[in-house]
């Protein structure tokens, strides 16, 4: 079974850092691009961040641009999104997502349909 596995979230004040990680389980990234996306309650869930299979492109939410990084690890099978000068409106659950060879990369990265599989999610809280 193809699973991505979210790890890294938990409570932080305004202006400090958490990294996330997302780790494959029973399968290779090697030729998965991954979507980093959040979701509030009553919100529609939103694409954050985004790293090709190379690690080579990325994309970014103009909300985020400058505070966080997304990257890859040389293996491969980890996918970490470096979280910087958090702020009370980053809160909520991340999650990632897996786009086969890439499909997704361009102007519909942020969409969230196509990707699989997705993560269970990680809660993020950002407040004082």
């Known amino acids: 079974q193809l699973q991505l596995v979210e790890s890294g979230g938990g409570l932080v004040q305004p202006g400090g850092s958490l990294r996330l990680s997302c780790a494959a389980s029973?399968?290779?990234?090697?030729?998965?691009?991954i979507g980093w996306f959040r979701q509030v309650p009553g919100k529609e869930r939103e694409g954050v961040s985004y790293?090709?299979?190379?690690?080579?492109?990325?994309m970014y939410a103009d909300s985020v641009k400058g505070r966080f990084t997304i990257s890859r690890d040389k293996a491969g099978n980890t996918v970490y999104l470096q979280m910087n000068t958090l702020k009370p409106e980053d809160t909520a659950v991340y999650y990632c997502?897996?786009?086969?060879?890439?499909?997704?990369?361009?102007?519909?990265?942020?969409?969230?349909?196509?990707?699989?599989?997705w993560g269970q999610g990680t809660q993020v809280t950002v407040s004082s």
């Open positions: 997502a897996g786009d086969k060879y890439g499909a997704r990369y361009g102007n519909t990265w942020h969409l969230p349909r196509g990707y699989v599989p």
């Open positions: 029973g399968f290779s990234l090697e030729y998965y691009a």
């Open positions: 790293i090709s299979s190379s690690g080579g492109n990325t």
